[in-house]
Nanobody, 125 residues
């Protein structure tokens, strides 16, 4: 059974940091594209950060320089390090994975066949 489980969310003050984890089971992240999406309240999903099967990384403009995505093959886990968090980063964060996602389609939700349940990130003072 394929499963992605996110963790690491929480409530932080502006300027704070969090590290999200996405652990895969029943599915190897090797040779997969993994993308973090987020869904702010009453809004659509938006792509945040992606790591492709060749380990190239991509970021939404809104998080460049603040977020870092990385992959640990041994732990079959992808991380999202989030620094200098802002109130507008408040959202439920999801990891999504699939074998082959074209570079021009990494921010398209229906390209991904595997999703986690999400973890809530709230940034407020």
């Amino acid at each position: 059974q394929v499963q992605l489980v996110e963790s690491g969310g929480g409530h932080v003050q502006p300027g704070g940091s969090l590290r999200l984890s996405c652990v895969a089971s029943g599915f190897t992240l090797v040779d997969s594209t993994i993308t973090w999406f987020r869904q702010p309240p009453a809004k659509e999903h938006e792509g945040v950060s992606c790591i492709r099967n060749d380990d190239t990384t991509y970021y939404a403009d809104s998080v460049k320089g603040r977020f870092t995505i990385s992959r640990d093959y041994e732990k079959n886990t992808v991380y999202l390090e989030m620094n200098n968090l802002k109130p507008e980063d408040t959202a439920r964060y999801y990891c999504a994975a699939d074998r082959a996602v074209g570079l021009t389609r990494i921010w398209i939700t229906y390209e991904y066949g595997h999703w986690g349940q999400g973890t809530q990130v709230t940034v407020s003072s």
